[in-house]
């Protein structure tokens, strides 16, 4: 019995001891807790980088509500839903990527380029859906414009594409979907994301305006370690003056985003980067007074310097885009044979002329192209993905010129069937969509990647 009462004690008194060391090591806690600020992560890798964002973000809440005003209304519906994709945005981009998911993502390509819209909208964060619904475009001849249908589309089942997204008929201005893209691009090891731009107040004629997303993609690219440039669209009287002053807007408001790209030149100045596309619709001598360093409205020399890059489609643009005073050019399309930028059997030739004339050329690659949903009539143009070896193909050309960038067209522009993004198997009645099948719906993320360090390990061969 003795020794009974000795042991009960014994373990009494064990328990009293180890549960005022659990307190103990919990008020420690606690007042560490206390000690921190709120949005601290330990470990976290934008920290330093994310004090000037927490300035901008009251600039966001009312750049949002004047959009919203403008486009839709003012009712009570779409405020609150705008705010809260306000707020769900200062909660993310506080947050960066947990150390464990970093580590799983491949490390960006800053000269693997991707073209990027954001014009995609739906009821819930739109008040309508955007794109999705897109016309079916009459061909110009009437002749054969009378034998394909008329109309558009009617999401969410019937979309302006011939694939399906994994993520739906989505909105743009979905911090979820923003998020989930900048995932995705991110593990295809892509760098630079080009923005499709239209300037404050316009769009697409299918769209609406997109600038005042500019600061939340800037964001969430952050958050991924990725950097955002602009592909300029061919708005309405864009001319050298008006290219003047967007250029401007784009560089004092975004310019000192970290998530801004900047790329390195040969002579060590970080500049801005400009895609421009349709620039052949303006002459060479427009484009000079711009581009040109004795220009009657040059940026050349001044604070809104920059890299333009042209859009090369016929041959001759070659020697308009080198008059123009273009620092480069770009071949867009990912229909191997429609144009002659397009062909990859021209690239040797372009590099040698943009190697000749200090410019740079940069191909565009693509996993395919269909475009039928919009364009009934078009079916020549269709490129068929191969289970992915069009792709490869694409990529295993671009190499063989060894240049500086290589572009993707496209991350999603679902109407024309170049999308990397995620697409699954859909039916929608008599309608099949077409899909990734036998791969996985990120099949083409993969392949990316894959090139993304083929080209990273063959660049320093070239540079040796």
């Known amino acids: 019995i003795l020794n009974y009462d000795i042991m009960a004690r014994f373990r009494r008194r064990t328990c009293i001891i180890l549960l005022l060391f659990i307190l103990f090591i919990c008020s420690i806690m606690m007042a560490l807790k206390t000690l921190r600020p709120d949005r601290a992560g330990f470990g976290d890798p934008f920290g330093l980088g994310l004090l000037p964002e927490l300035q901008q973000r009251p600039v966001l809440l ?5 959009l919203l005003n403008r486009v839709h209304g003012d009712t009570v519906t779409h405020v609150s839903n705008l705010r809260s994709i306000a707020v769900n945005t200062m909660k993310a981009s506080m947050l960066p990527v947990n150390k ?10 800053y000269n693997f380029h991707i073209f990027y819209y954001s014009w995609f909208g739906n ?3 739109d008040g309508k859906y955007i794109h999705w619904n897109h016309p079916l475009l009459p061909h110009w001849d009437p002749k054969i414009a009378n034998n394909y249908p008329k109309g558009r589309h009617n999401p969410p089942e019937d979309i302006g594409a011939n694939f399906y997204p994994e993520l739906g008929s989505y ?7 923003i998020e989930a893209h900048m995932k995705q691009m991110r593990s295809a090891a892509t760098g630079v994301i080009v923005l499709s731009w239209y300037p404050p107040g316009m769009a697409d004629e299918n769209g609406e305006p997109t600038d005042d997303l500019v600061p939340v993609i800037l964001d969430y690219a ?3 370690n990725l950097k955002v440039t ?24 975004y310019g000192g985003h970290p998530a801004f790209y900047r790329h390195k030149t040969s002579t060590g100045r970080f500049l801005p980067m400009f895609y421009v596309y349709d620039s052949y619709v303006t002459i060479p001598e427009i484009w000079a007074n711009l581009l040109t360093a004795s220009g ?3 940026i050349r020399n001044t604070p809104y310097d920059a890299l333009f890059i042209a859009l090369l489609v016929e041959e001759r643009h070659k020697h308009d885009i080198h008059r123009s005073g273009f620092d480069g050019m770009y071949t867009y399309f990912a229909t191997n044979g429609f144009s002659y930028g397009s062909s990859h059997h021209n690239w040797a030739s372009l590099k040698a002329f943009c190697d000749s004339n200090n410019l740079m050329f940069i191909p565009s690659v693509g996993p395919g192209y269909i475009d039928t949903s919009i364009r009934p009539w078009n079916n020549h143009n269709t490129r068929n993905r191969v289970n992915g070896k069009y792709y490869e193909t694409a990529f295993s050309a671009a190499l063989l010129v060894r240049p500086e960038i290589i572009s993707i067209t496209s991350f999603n522009e679902w109407h024309e069937g170049t999308q990397i993004e995620k697409a699954v198997p859909k039916r929608n009645g008599q309608v099949v969509y077409l899909d990734y099948k036998p791969h996985k719906p990120n099949v083409y993320l993969e392949l990316t990647q894959k090139w993304s360090e083929k080209y990273r390990k063959e660049q320093e061969q070239w540079l040796m």
């Open 222 to 224: 952050h958050k991924y």
């Open 100 to 109: 464990l998911e970093e580590e799983e993502l491949s490390s960006p390509n």
């Open 123 to 125: 009821p819930q964060f």
């Open 230 to 253: 602009f592909h300029i669209e061919p708005y309405k009287d864009r001319d050298d003056r008006s290219m003047y002053h967007n250029v401007k807007y784009i560089i004092d408001k």
């Open 296 to 298: 009657s409205q040059t």
């Open 62 to 66: 009312d750049n949002k509500q004047s």
């Open 171 to 177: 909105s743009s201005k979905d911090p979820s979907v």
